[in-house]
């Protein structure tokens, strides 16, 4: 499946094996076997449905320095960051390409004992997270690293 909004010039007769869809998202990423998200609070949710992911993130160069010296965090998705390790591998600038990326996901297709590993680990992620609401917790958890991490400096 391919969200339709996130690649608006993607012809709808692209592929018999791909799926375009518009909305219902979370739907999707459950009937998924593997997801590539964008860094953000979808790496969340997807942690919440239980599918395993591969994060990548791309910003212009002047940007991506930038960050790298006022924002000290171990990962940059949120899925990570609350599970504290990296259970979907993250692929940042230059590294976030598609040879990379295809990859990723194919270990995750293929490797059934891999996939149910990282499955229990997201089952981990839920389980922090707690009952709904789990957007604020996640957003406290963050902000208490950030705050225990003195170089670390929010950026909004």
Do not use: H
């Given at each position: 499946?391919?969200?339709?909004?996130?690649?608006?010039?993607?012809?709808?007769?692209?592929?018999?094996?791909?799926?375009?869809?518009?909305?219902?998202?979370?739907?999707?990423?459950?009937?998924?076997e593997?997801?590539?998200?964008?860094?953000?609070?979808?790496?969340?949710?997807?942690?919440?449905?239980?599918?395993?992911?591969?994060?990548?993130?791309?910003?212009n160069?002047?940007?991506?320095?930038?960050?790298?010296?006022?924002?000290?965090?171990?990962?940059?998705?949120?899925?990570?960051?609350?599970?504290?390790?990296?259970?979907a591998?993250e692929?940042?600038?230059?590294?976030?390409?598609?040879?990379?990326?295809?990859?990723?996901?194919?270990?995750?297709?293929?490797d059934?004992?891999?996939?149910?590993?990282?499955?229990?680990?997201?089952?981990?992620?839920?389980?922090?997270?707690?009952?709904?609401?789990?957007?604020?917790?996640?957003?406290?958890?963050?902000a208490?690293?950030?705050?225990?991490?003195?170089?670390?400096?929010?950026?909004?």
């Open positions: 499946f391919v969200q339709a909004e996130s690649v608006p010039t993607l012809p709808l007769e692209t592929s018999k094996d791909l799926k375009l869809t518009r909305g219902y998202q979370y739907e999707v990423m459950a009937q998924a593997a997801v590539l998200l964008a860094s953000g609070t979808v790496t969340l949710e997807a942690a919440i449905v239980g599918t395993p992911m591969v994060v990548a993130y791309r910003l160069r002047w940007s991506f320095w930038l960050a790298r010296r006022l924002v000290k965090v171990p990962f940059v998705s949120l899925a990570n960051l609350v599970a504290g390790e990296e259970v591998p692929f940042l600038q230059d590294q976030a390409c598609p040879e990379n990326l295809a990859a990723a996901l194919w270990r995750i297709l293929k059934e004992e891999q996939a149910r590993k990282i499955k229990t680990r997201l089952a981990r992620i839920r389980q922090r997270l707690g009952p709904p609401g789990a957007a604020w917790r996640a957003a406290e958890l963050a208490r690293y950030l705050r225990r991490t003195p170089q670390a400096i929010a950026v909004t």
